[in-house]
């Protein structure tokens, strides 16, 4: 099933390589999502290209009786740490959300969505509102930005507000992301806050020394 939903998916979008193919845990996942019309949101720990291989892992635990039992498990990667590598999860993400799309074309909720809806994603994250924003001194002169780790998290949750979006109001998936995107209550919250205190508790401590 995997294997004709990539050629469908590569009869549109050109062969591509086996990083940029989700794995087909992470497709299993949104397909049963799409059947549920239960869109959620994942970790970027979870989502994993076929090259990342591993996609069914086998292991080894002791029941209540104290017999081994060998069961099933799913293979995560670790978060991105660069820019290159949270656009790939994107593409990822946003390839797999297209392989369910193919197999379920009657989901209003993914009729819009196609290779561009998770590029506008990676490059609001990776731009001047969130990984780019600075705090500048009264020179001018930069004097932080925020962690890499605070992005990632705020990524999350826009996504997360995407998924809750098409679940309570009946957007798509690309007017949710849209939508958490423009969120300023989200940016506040989740992002300029955090980054203001974290600022704060730096020039306390420096203060303090």
């Known amino acids: 099933d995997h294997a004709s939903m990539r050629t469908a998916f590569e009869r549109l979008y050109k062969d591509q390589p086996d990083k940029k193919i989700p794995s087909r845990t992470l497709v299993s996942k949104k397909l049963q999502q799409v059947e549920e019309d239960e869109p959620r949101a994942e970790q970027l720990r979870e989502v994993t290209s076929m090259e990342d291989g591993g996609d069914e892992l086998l292991g080894a635990d002791f029941d209540e009786k104290g017999n081994l039992k060998v069961k099933k498990g799913t293979k995560d990667v670790r978060p991105p740490s660069t820019a290159e590598e949270l656009r790939l ?121």
């Open 89 to 209: 999860r994107h593409t990822l993400m946003g390839n797999a959300w297209i392989f369910a799309r193919l197999k379920h074309p009657d989901r209003r909720w993914l009729k819009d969505l196609d290779e561009k809806t998770f590029c506008s994603l990676s490059d609001f994250i990776l731009g001047e509102h969130v990984a780019g924003l600075e705090a500048k001194d009264e020179f001018g002169n930069v004097i932080a930005s925020p962690a890499w780790q605070l992005v990632l998290a705020y990524e999350f949750e826009v996504r997360k507000k995407a998924c809750a979006l098409v679940r309570s109001e009946g957007l798509t998936l690309s007017q949710g992301l849209k939508r958490a995107m423009d969120s300023d209550t989200l940016l506040s919250r989740h992002l300029v806050n955090p980054f203001t205190v974290s600022r704060k508790r730096t020039f306390g401590q420096m203060d303090n020394e």
